[in-house]
């Protein structure tokens, strides 16, 4: 059974095609600029530009024709309503057309789900899911993936990019805030919120702004100890959630994951604790249709579909809203 996933929450437009648990296809055009951030309308109106190339790229890259598609999944929550609109539509013509069934999945549920397919070992994990919008400790208890821990304020990566483009470095930040840090070794004090077990971001970013401004800091120290400081905040919520649902796994997700050092951070906290860490190739981590089509399957295969009648997305629908009935 060939499945075809369309990401379209934000600034990705991504299509993966997967054939059972092979991925034939992970392809995907993402908005970027060299100054200033994300526009909603600009992100509505490039995947409105180039939904059609993206996909006709990811039938070739997977050798099948449209025809070949046994079952249409897109992302209908969270995100940016008109970013979702555009999925949506997508997913609709090509399900009227090819008289195939459709099934809107949740973005974040996604993540998790790709993570337990690529690895077999992960049964049961914490997901760390760290990505532009979204920061959230999810596990799977009672039905339900369970949100253990949050941002009270802004995503990370949003944070992060919030910084990158205050000193000029355009859209999207973090790799380049990621090689500044790599310069420094040179700690710099920061506020450290975390709230029980909630992050939050708004006071560090004023602060590193400050700092900035002063011209008395290096960028590159700002940078390392800005990295330091919240990726800390969030592997220190992450074990807390791990110790409390009693679970050794930790998987990662969101393209804030693609750093390297926070990888390390989570590598050396699952080794303190005897757990295991699992990180998904950066294709992956970052939004991308492959898990879009993963979760679309697993529903599926589970009886559910979506009607055309009942047809909606839910930019602020949140994780703990999905019943698990798949699992
Ligand atoms: P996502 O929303 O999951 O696709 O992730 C996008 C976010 O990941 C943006 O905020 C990026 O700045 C951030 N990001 C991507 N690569 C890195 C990296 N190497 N280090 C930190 N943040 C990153
Ligand atoms: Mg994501």
């Not at 399900?95 to 996604?110: D, E, F, Q, R, W």
């Not at 990505?131 to 009672?142: D, L, R, V």
């Not at 205050?166 to 710099?188: D, H, Q, V, W």
């Not at 100890?225 to 649902?245: G, K, W």
């Amino acid at each position: 059974m060939i499945t075809l996933g369309i990401e379209s929450t934000a600034h990705t437009f991504g299509i993966g095609i997967i054939k059972d648990k092979n991925v034939l296809a992970n392809v995907k055009d993402s908005f970027t600029t060299e100054s200033g951030g994300m526009i909603p309308s600009e992100l509505t109106r490039h995947h409105e530009e180039i939904n059609e190339k993206v996909i006709d790229d990811a039938l070739k890259v997977a050798k099948i024709k449209i025809t070949d598609i046994d079952l249409i999944s897109y992302s209908n929550a969270p995100g940016f309503g008109g970013c979702l609109s555009v999925g949506q539509d997508v997913a609709l013509k090509f399900s009227k057309k090819l008289n195939i069934p459709m099934v809107g999945v949740h973005h974040s549920v996604a993540h998790l789900e790709i993570g337990r397919m690529l690895f077999p070992k992960c049964k049961d994990p914490v997901l760390m899911y760290a990505s532009g919008a979204n920061t959230q400790i999810i596990a799977y208890e009672g039905k339900k993936y369970r949100v253990f821990g949050e941002t009270l304020d802004q995503g990370i990566g949003n944070m992060i990019d919030s910084f990158a483009r205050y000193i000029g470095l355009g859209f999207p930040g973090g790799p380049k805030i990621e090689e500044l840090a790599l310069k420094s070794k040179n700690y710099i004090e920061l506020p450290y919120n975390v709230k029980g077990m909630d992050v939050n971001f708004g006071g560090i970013l004023t602060n590193i702004k400050r700092k900035f401004d002063s011209k008395e800091y290096k960028v590159e120290d700002i940078c390392f100890s800005l990295q330091e400081t919240i990726f800390a905040m969030l592997v220190e919520v992450t074990e807390r959630a791990m110790a409390h649902c009693d679970k050794d796994e930790l998987l990662l997700g969101g393209g804030v994951a693609c750093n390297k050092r926070l990888q390390e951070m989570c590598q050396i906290m699952c080794d303190e604790r005897g757990a295991k860490c699992f990180v998904p190739p950066n294709t992956v981590l970052v939004d991308n249709g492959v898990m879009i089509a993963w979760l679309g399957r697993i529903m599926h295969d589970a009886g559910y579909k979506t009607d055309y009648d009942k047809l909606d997305y839910y930019p602020y629908q949140r994780t703990d809203d999905i019943d698990v009935f798949w699992r």
